[in-house]
Structures are given as structure tokens and as C-alpha cells.
């Protein structure tokens, strides 16, 4: 597991970390490039999500798992790093969502993440236990429910919601202060790094719509795609 080299914001934090979180990003991007080739293969020939929907269904299952286990795991990083033992062993039992909106902003004394971005990690957090914790429904004689499970849970998750879950770790990270120290830093260097590049089909596109650019200033437009894509690699 990849080791942080942290210094600890003041006396009693911790001085270094463990790296799942750069492992949990990595594969968070992995899970999304995959879906946006899929998508930008089912967009250039003419097909519709449903001619795929298990396929892309499941991209949107992975996707939703990896995001919460990364939220989760930054929030338990950030609070094992500035946090006695004992209050982390009482903070770590809080849910997801409440450790970012209530107790990263106790712990170190910040401003809480937005409105918006608590409500989509409540969002994120529901749907991955939808998943996690899935259960059918049953019906009886005549169509009738039996047991009412939580697949209309999955309703929602759509490409579109899967792409907000993708950068919901990087974005509810900008709540962490810099007085957090070296694992503030850490974190928010690991999670911009590991950020999903569109697929190269997207670049074509962008290049197909500037046709009505200079041939140079198109050229410098594919010179500038090319080395960030390469960069990207």
C-alpha cells in the first residue's frame, strides 16, 4: 500500500498515512474512463443506452461504490491524522455524509462542504447502500408484492448521476482546510492526479467543431490536445 510521508499540523496527529485512498482514486478513474468509452462508442454509432443497459447499468454500480468508499476513506483519513485515538474511534462510527458535514467541521474547524454537495453525498451514500445491501423484490400470486426490496433505488443512477458521483470525492475535499497540513496537500494532489480523461473520440469531436478556426491556430489546438492527452497517459 502506498505510504504518505505527512507532517502532522501540530502535537498530537498523526505523522504519516497509508495510501488507500490514491488506490481507490486510481480505480474510481479506471471505472469511469471505462464507462465514457463505452458511451462515446455507443454516441459515434448511433445507439442508445438501452441497446447496452446492463453493461453501462453496472459501469454506474462500480462507479457508485468506489465514490463512497473514497469519500469514506478521506474522511477517515483526515480525522485518524487530527484526532486523538479515542475521538476517532467515536467519530469513525458517524455516517459518511455526517462525517464531512458535521465532523471534519468540529474536528478542524472549518466550514462545512455546501448544501448541494452534502445532498449528493446523502445521494451517493443511499445509493451505494442500495447496491452494498441490495434486496429483490418478491412478488405473490397474481403479481402482487410480497417483500418490497430497494431496486427502485436504482432508478436515479443514470450515466449523468455517475458522472457527478466520479468527481464528488474531489469536490468535497476542497472542504478540508490548509491548516490541515501535509494531508491536506497529500489528498488534494492525489485525488486532481487521478482525475478521468475523456476518451479520444471526445478529442476528434472538439477538433471537428474549431474547423471554422485558422488551419494554424487548428493546429496548435491538436498540438495542445495531443500533449495533454499524452500526459494524460
Same mark, same amino acid.
Given at each position: ?99 464531512? %458535514? ?12 455546501? @448544501? &448541494? !454537495?452534502?445532498?449528493? +453525498?446523502?445521494? =451517493? ?64 494532489? %492525489? ?12 478529442? @476528434? &469531436? !472538439?477538433?471537428?467543431? +474549431?474547423?471554422? =478556426? ?20
Amino acid at each position: 500500500m502506498t505510504s504518505q510521508n505527512t507532517k502532522p499540523p501540530g502535537p498530537g496527529f498523526g505523522e504519516g498515512h497509508t495510501g488507500q485512498y490514491i488506490t481507490l482514486a486510481e480505480s474510481l478513474r479506471q471505472a469511469a474512463e471505462a464507462m465514457e468509452a463505452d458511451m462515446a462508442y455507443l454516441d459515434k454509432n448511433g445507439l442508445t443506452t438501452s441497446s447496452a443497459s446492463l453493461r453501462i447499468e453496472g459501469r454506474c454500480a462500480t462507479i457508485t461504490v468506489l465514490s463512497a468508499a473514497l469519500c469514506e476513506c478521506v474522511a477517515n483519513t483526515v480525522l485518524a491524522s487530527c484526532s486523538p485515538p479515542a475521538e476517532f474511534e467515536k467519530a469513525q462510527r458517524e455516517r459518511m455524509p455526517r462525517k464531512w %458535514s458535521h465532523v471534519i467541521p468540529a474536528t478542524l474547524n472549518c466550514a462545512p462542504p455546501s @448544501d &448541494e !454537495v452534502t445532498r449528493e +453525498l446523502w445521494q =451517493l451514500y443511499e445509493t451505494r447502500n442500495s447496491i452494498v445491501h441490495s434486496k429483490a423484490t418478491v412478488f405473490s400470486a397474481g403479481e402482487k408484492v410480497h417483500i418490497q426490496g430497494n431496486d427502485p433505488q436504482w432508478i436515479h443512477l443514470t450515466p449523468n448521476a455517475a458522472r457527478k458521483f466520479v468527481t464528488l470525492p474531489l469536490r468535497v475535499s476542497t472542504s478540508i482546510p490548509s491548516t490541515a497540513g501535509l494531508v491536506y496537500h497529500s489528498i488534494s494532489s %492525489s485525488l486532481r492526479e487521478r482525475q478521468p480523461r475523456l476518451p479520444r473520440v471526445h478529442v @476528434d &469531436e !472538439v477538433l471537428a467543431a +474549431l474547423e471554422l =478556426l485558422p488551419p494554424a491556430q487548428r493546429r496548435t489546438v491538436r498540438t495542445a490536445l495531443d500533449r495533454l492527452d499524452a500526459a494524460a497517459c
